[in-house]
């Protein structure tokens, strides 16, 4: 899927609707995606540029001494920008407003929209520890199972922290192992045995059952807000403890 740049609204032509258009066509892009239970990476991308459009509007006091001007660098971590001066216009300003409240509400609605659907999906997940955890928890496998098929896929998953504006956030990174067909001897229990036997660089691993009672496309959906989910799981069993 093609996206909007960062700073599409305030590009080349500003002409509101030029740019309502050019977003429509994003936006129809998108909702395609969530038609089919698609959210990722579409929710991502379209909650990045709904947060851009509000930082340009709390940042309206700054356009107004400065803008019109012609972008020529942007810092993204720190929404600074880099002008070249332009004839003033009130009309322009007024244009670029108006295309980011129009835009900034439009966006809402599909964000909306792929909440709904993610906040359904997470909430028919269930995860479970399978057998005895060990006291490190930050490294281990995942076994993943949706209503679609009978098979157990496999991830092995490490915990990272990182640090962004002074405050701390739990990341996680999964790898394919593979996937096992759902049988008596194939359970949770015996997965866990057989990684154990087979992968020695986790002699003594943590590991969890993920499993939906929907069926939804994998990669796209049930593994990001898996993902997610089980971030959330643990820092909540960490509180609690």
Do not use: C
């Not at 977003?23 to 947060?51: G, M, R, T, W």
């Not at 792929?114 to 399978?130: D, K």
């Not at 896929?153 to 405050?167: A, S």
């Amino acid at each position: 899927m093609k996206s909007l740049s960062e700073t599409w609204f305030a590009e080349g032509f500003i002409d509101f609707e030029l740019k309502k258009y050019t977003l429509l066509a994003y936006l129809q892009e998108v909702n395609k995606y969530f038609n089919e239970n698609k959210l990722y990476p579409q929710l991502a991308d379209v909650i990045f540029h709904y947060n851009n459009i509000v930082a340009f509007r709390e940042n309206k006091k700054y356009l107004q001494e400065h803008f019109p001007k012609q972008l020529t660098d942007v810092n993204m971590q720190k929404l600074q920008l880099v002008y070249e001066q332009m004839i003033e216009d009130d009309e322009l300003m007024k244009e670029l407003e108006d295309i980011i409240q129009y835009s900034a509400t439009k966006i809402r609605g599909t964000i909306e929209a792929g909440t709904e659907i993610y906040e359904f999906v997470e909430s028919n997940l269930s995860i479970e520890p399978v057998g005895l955890l060990p006291l490190d928890v930050n490294e281990g496998y995942l076994l993943m199972k949706d209503s679609r098929y009978n098979d157990t896929i496999v991830y092995q998953y490490r915990l990272t922290i990182f640090e962004k504006h002074d405050e701390r956030y739990r990341g996680i990174r999964t790898d394919y192992i593979q996937q096992w067909r759902r049988t008596i001897s194939n359970s949770p229990e015996n997965i866990k045995r057989m990684l154990i036997k087979e992968r020695k660089e986790l002699p003594n691993p943590a590991v969890y059952h993920i499993e939906s009672k929907l069926a939804y496309p994998l990669e796209e959906t049930l593994l990001p807000i898996a993902k997610r989910s089980f971030v959330k799981y643990l820092a909540k069993e960490e509180g609690a403890s």
